[in-house]
């Protein structure tokens, strides 16, 4: 309000708010405060995360309203820009565009402008665009309510293992933690010991989020940062960084930094007298010496998981194990072992009722079939594999399986497949061949 008093004309202040719900209480005080004083504030809530124009925006709406009264105040308030600036990335257009039409705005926009930002935008926004932040007659941070912060916790907490059903959903909560990371060490003020403790988790859970929507700089960068937080004494959460980073260079294709990491963290797990979780990691090094062709490392590591697990009698823990097994074997083309290996994988998720796990075995045996030349065979478990896929509306499972089945159908001509992948996908065989044809 002092800000209000004082502006005259055109004056550029900039307010810290990181969660929506004190956004809008902020909105509404100044409303408020408007009534009293006989200002008029116009809010704008400009969160296209494809603007760039922001001068022109705000003279198109204003264009179309009534002028204040007499001796009234004008002030206009802008929230929602975080969009368009973004987290990462160089030289966002809209910060761009405001640096170098800073001096358009004193006759274009003749107001106070109060621009509402969250920390990470203001900090953006500063690096930028530095004519236009230069002009600021100040910058004040809204304190956040104690129920937004609960609130925002609590969707953290209760959400932390929820499965995204959309890309809306995943920035949704990328957005959340990020709001939450400001909270934890907004620019300027003295953290906490349980500021840092929630800023390593929330870095961690940001840096798997990142790394699952192939944003693996950003991921990376996280995951650093929380690293360089933690005591040297602390070695379980070091223990989580490493295999988190090894996760991140696995689906980077990073194969040997991924293969360091992993072993690190096995290393750590076995200091810790955590033999269950050493050879879990193992495991999962694994499959990233699989990746990398490195197939005797990976039977290695999937045979001492095998014996852990046989010796702790997790027995369907046992069919993932077997499934990789018969890979390394296909991959050595020692065919009837990884026939061996696939079919005992599909016979403890057949018992255990895992049907979904079936299908990629199928696949598999599918495969090592029509490298023996049983065709037939090769015919059926690609059929099974087809089904499973169907009833699961695996789409993505789906697309694999019909590219497939348009190059086996190709090579064999067999018209039985046709005839029963059709039934399964409810359609005519000639429907369907045109399909796999084109």
């Known amino acids: 309000t002092v800000f209000m008093h004082e502006a005259e004309g055109w004056t550029l202040g900039f307010v810290e708010v990181n969660f929506p719900e004190d956004r809008s209480r902020l909105f509404q005080a100044l409303a408020q405060k408007a009534q009293t004083q006989g200002w008029q504030v116009v809010p704008l809530m400009l969160d296209d995360p494809h603007l760039r124009y922001v001068r022109d925006r705000v003279v198109a709406e204003l ?71 230069a002009w600021r007659s100040g910058t004040f941070r809204f ?7 609960e609130s925002a916790h609590e969707m953290r907490i209760t959400g932390k293992f929820e499965r995204f059903s ?22 300027g003020k003295p953290q906490t010991e349980a500021d840092r403790r929630q800023q390593i988790q929330i870095l961690e859970e940001l840096g798997d989020l990142y790394r699952d929507c192939g944003q693996f700089e950003r991921a990376e960068a996280l995951l650093i940062q929380g690293m360089a937080l933690l005591e040297p004494d602390d070695l379980l959460n070091r223990k989580r960084f490493l295999e988190g980073e090894g996760m991140l260079y696995q689906k980077w294709q990073k194969h040997g930094i991924a293969i360091a990491r992993y072993e690190a963290a096995i290393a750590l797990a076995k200091s810790l007298e955590n033999a269950d979780e050493a050879t879990r990691l193992g495991f999962q090094l694994g499959t990233v010496h699989l990746l990398a062709r490195n197939f005797e490392h990976a039977r290695t590591l999937y045979t001492d998981r095998l014996g852990f697990e046989q010796a702790n009698n997790k027995h369907q823990d046992q069919a993932r194990i077997y499934h990789q097994l018969g890979m390394v074997a296909q991959e050595l083309r020692e065919y009837e072992e990884a026939r061996r290996n696939y079919q005992l994988a599909l016979e403890i998720n057949i018992d255990f009722g895992d049907r979904y796990s079936q299908a990629r075995t199928y696949y598999q045996l599918a495969k090592v079939d029509e490298a023996t030349s049983e065709l037939e065979q090769a015919r059926e478990n690609y059929l099974q594999d087809l089904q499973i896929t169907i009833e699961f509306n695996d789409e993505h499972g789906l697309g694999i399986s019909l590219r497939n089945l348009a190059r086996f159908y190709t090579e064999t001509q067999d018209e039985t497949l046709l005839t029963a992948a059709a039934t399964l996908l409810n359609t005519t065989p000639d429907a369907l061949r045109q399909q796999l044809t084109a």
Request: with cysteine; glycine share 8%; aromatic share 4%.
């Open 63 to 133: 264009e179309g309203m009534e002028p204040p009264g007499e001796g009234a105040k004008r002030v206009v308030v802008i929230a929602g820009l975080e969009r368009a600036i973004g987290m990462t990335g160089n030289e966002p257009p809209l910060l761009q565009d405001l640096n170098l039409l800073r001096d358009a705005y004193v006759q274009s926009v003749p107001h106070p402008l109060l621009v509402i930002l969250p920390d990470f935008a203001l900090n953006r926004l500063a690096r930028f665009a530095p004519d236009f932040w």
């Open 143 to 149: 304190t956040s309510s104690e129920q937004a912060r």
């Open 166 to 187: 959309s890309a809306e959903e995943l920035k949704g909560r990328i957005d959340l933690l990020e709001r939450l990371l400001q909270e934890c060490c907004p620019t």
